[in-house]
């Protein structure tokens, strides 16, 4: 399985991302913002960093890349994509997925280890996990705090949509465990088509033990083991 | 073909909270300026443009606006618009 990782200038997670593809024994492949073409990639990874400085809006400036046009196309016809940290600000700015990540409410940059609750392990991102399962990951984001309108709240929490949930040691999503201000402890979710996930942790940078956790490592796998028979075909 | 000189300002929407005006009015108030509220932080843009008339230039600011310079989920903005005379291009 070839997954895309797209390299935009201020990309900085793009190396662990590719070094985790190739952990869970997939076949990445670096895309370079001026690309056109995905080629034959069965997912695409938006990695995290800083894209053009996170100039006028984190992930604004990205979405105006050349290769963006196909990363939507590929979104639109059903592809996989998963965007971490600045890939998840460049899917919202996108119009790939709804809300917007906004500074952080304690205006701080944030860099530790969350837990977060696995809210829907339906999903091809999330079905290595059980529904309510505690995972570690670290964050490390200034815009992170998820914001959309009420109404848009009220439409993903109806449809299951949102993945992962910031929480605390016993799995309640409450205001302490809430790294960054984010609507709902909201920490990662997915668009209606059910091909398109936004998270601000990491799992790349949690799927080794000695970074301190392995659980980042089921996204990678659930999403592999979702391709891998659609390969054979 | 005259030219147009813009004001493109997008500021935070109203109610969105707003750490960063927050911060900045915690710090006026410890100034002593207690009567302080509301302290909202947007963008300013300028920019130059080519146009057939003020609307036209307004309209172009507007479509950038919504294209890119402003994410209508978390802000709004507005546009001011001067026509930009012969002396000022030479600065």
Excluded at chain 1, 133 to 153: K, T, V
Excluded at chain 1, 197 to 213: D, K, Q, T
Excluded at chain 2, 30 to 45: A, C, F, H, M, P
Excluded at chain 2, 65 to 72: F, Q
């Amino acid at each position: 399985m070839k997954v895309g990782i797209i390299t935009f200038p201020g990309s900085n997670c793009d190396y662990d991302l590719y070094k985790c593809v190739e952990t869970a024994t997939g076949n990445p492949e670096f895309l370079w913002h001026r690309d056109v073409h995905l080629g034959d990639v069965d997912a695409i990874m938006l990695p995290g960093g800083f894209s053009y400085g996170d100039y006028l809006r984190a992930g604004a400036i990205a979405t105006m890349s050349p290769i963006m046009k196909s990363v939507k196309e590929f979104a639109v016809s059903g592809g996989p994509v998963l965007g971490i940290c600045n890939g998840f600000q460049i899917l919202c700015e996108a119009g790939l997925l709804p809300g917007v990540l906004l500074r952080n409410r304690s205006l701080l940059f944030a860099s530790h280890d969350v837990l977060l609750r696995v809210e829907n392990n339906k999903t091809i991102f999330t079905s290595e996990y059980d529904a309510g399962q505690i995972l570690r990951m670290p964050i490390a984001h200034a815009e992170g705090n998820y914001y959309a309108s009420d109404d848009i709240l009220e439409k993903l929490e109806k449809e299951d949509r949102v993945l992962l949930r910031y929480a605390d040691i016993h799995g309640e999503a409450n205001t302490s465990a809430n790294p960054n201000g984010s609507a709902f402890n909201i920490a990662g979710i997915i668009n209606q088509e059910g091909n398109v996930m936004g998270m601000m942790p990491h799992p790349e940078r949690a799927v080794e033990e000695i970074l301190g956790s392995v659980d980042g490592l089921g996204i990678f796998a659930a999403l592999l083991a979702h391709l891998e028979p659609m390969s054979n075909t | 073909m005259t030219l147009w000189h813009l004001e493109i300002r997008v500021v935070p929407r109203p109610g969105l909270l707003d750490p960063e005006g927050k911060a900045i009015q915690h710090a006026l108030h410890s100034l002593d300026y207690e009567g302080i509220q509301n302290v909202r932080v947007g963008k300013l843009l300028y920019l130059d443009i080519e146009a057939p008339s003020e609307e036209e230039a307004r309209k172009q600011g507007e479509d950038m606006c919504h294209h890119i310079l402003a994410n209508p989920v978390m802000e709004d903005f507005d546009i001011e618009a001067h026509r930009v005379i012969e002396e000022q291009k030479k600065l």
